[in-house]
Every structure is written in C-alpha cells, then in structure tokens.
C-alpha cells in the first residue's frame, strides 16, 4: 500500500508526464524525422513507434491496446507504419528518435542522471501483467545518452499509468467517447478520429472521478513497491522540470 506522499507525487507527476510525451509525439520535428525514417504520415511512424513493442500483432490486437483512438484510424495507420520496416524495426526507429529530440530538448536541465536512476528503479520493479504496451517499453532497451534514457523512461512510465488507466476505464464500463468527453470534451473525440454526434456525459462525472481515484492510487501502489516518499517526490519534481524544457 502507498502512503500519502506518495500518492500526491504520483498525481503531481501525471499531468507533467502525460504531457512531456504528447509534446514529444505531437511534436514537427517528430514528425520530420518520422518521414525521413520513409513513414507515409506522421500517424504510421506514431503507432508502429509506439505499438511496435508488441511485435506483428493484427491491427485487432493493436486497435484493443489503443482503445482510446477510433479502430478504423488505428488500423490505417498501424497497417501503413509496419508495411515500411515492421513492427519491431518501427519500435527501435521510434527509440532512436527519442534520443535525438531529447538531446536537442533538453539541454540544460539538471538533474537528468538521477531521473534516469530514479526511473529505471521504477520501470525495473513494476509489474507488466495486463500492461502490454508497457511491458514492451519496459523491455525496449534504453538510447544511449542520459537525455534519451531520462525521456524514455518517461515515457514508458506514461505507458504504465495509460495501462492502469484504461484498465480501470473498461472496468467501469466508460466507452471511449465517453471518456473524451469526461476527459477535455468534444475536440479531443474529434482528434482521437471519433466521428459526430456525441453523447451528453453529466450523468457520468461521478464514474469518472472513481476512475481516476483507481488509477492514481493502484499507481502509487506501484511506486510505493520501488520507491521511498523522498524519491517518488524527487521523482515529480524531476518531471516537472523536464516539461519546462520541453515547454520552453
């Protein structure tokens, strides 16, 4: 079981997290080297980067893992990113991308050498069963500069909460839309390739709530077990600092 200081650095972590890796995926210089990589869309090189850890897995499977974007859009785009150079290749080309971004990304920021410490004694202890995205990042090896080993271990930390979370959405019965729209409403349905009309959600918002609340503590759990309160607190400082410079 966690303790409270726990449980309040994994929630002051989460949005820092969350959105150190969306600023990385998300971001133009991504999705340059994604087309020199010989991807047909930005979206291609994205799920076989990212889903490449599961191996040659039918778009099915890969649409199940990403429940949060529209199957037929998954599908699409898996289908495009492993006909280029497979699924696996796609996963490694998608690490090596991480490494040169985080080096031109962060510069500067201090600390990274015992973020990495910190990170790979998390990512080593949590456990993977029922997070297969996350078991395949946990398994990815790590690049080989400090910048690029501290950004994927945070991403792969982001994979870990993702599982738990969609976990924990499916348990309760929210279908994606309703999640989005839970989440930051009609605009992210759309982004995600969630066709119109949407759904009135008010009735839901309680259900949402519990949901985070399992999320975030069956997280700390997962902390507590790795770390001590000083380094999972460490840990959130760390990745606020890294999202400024991602930021900046």
């Not at 996350?134 to 910048?147: C, N, R, V, Y």
């Not at 759309?190 to 009309?197: D, Q, T």
């Not at 400082?237 to 410079?245: E, R, Y």
Request: negative net charge.
């Amino acid at each position: 079981m966690s303790d409270a200081s726990t449980l309040e650095a994994v929630k002051a972590a989460a949005g820092p997290i969350e959105a150190i890796g969306a600023t990385y995926m998300l971001h133009p210089e991504t999705f340059e080297r994604t087309a020199a990589n010989g991807y047909p869309h930005p979206f291609a090189g994205y799920f076989v980067g990212r889903g490449g850890v599961l191996g040659d897995a039918p778009a099915e499977v890969v649409t199940a893992v990403f429940q949060v974007f529209e199957p037929g859009a998954v599908t699409m785009f898996w289908e495009q990113g492993v006909a280029v150079h497979g699924a696996r290749k796609g996963a490694e080309l998608y690490s090596q991308q991480i490494d040169a971004w985080a080096q031109d990304h962060l510069k500067g920021v201090p600390n990274l050498e015992r973020l990495v410490e910190i990170g790979q004694k998390l990512v080593a202890a949590a456990p993977t069963h029922g997070l297969p995205v996350f078991a395949g990042w946990k398994a990815l090896p790590l690049p080989a500069s400090t910048a690029g080993k501290a950004l994927q271990l945070l991403i792969t930390i982001r994979e870990l909460r993702g599982g738990i979370h969609l976990a924990a959405l499916t348990a309760a019965g929210l279908t994606p839309v309703e999640s989005h729209m839970l989440n930051k409403g009609a605009e992210y349905c759309a982004m995600f390739g969630w066709p119109e009309p949407y759904p009135s959600v008010d009735h839901l918002k309680a259900k949402r709530e519990e949901v985070e609340e399992i999320t975030n503590q069956r997280e700390a759990d997962v902390w507590s077990a790795a770390l001590t309160p000083a380094e999972a607190q460490e840990l959130a400082g760390l990745s606020a600092a890294v999202l400024k410079a991602c930021t900046s």
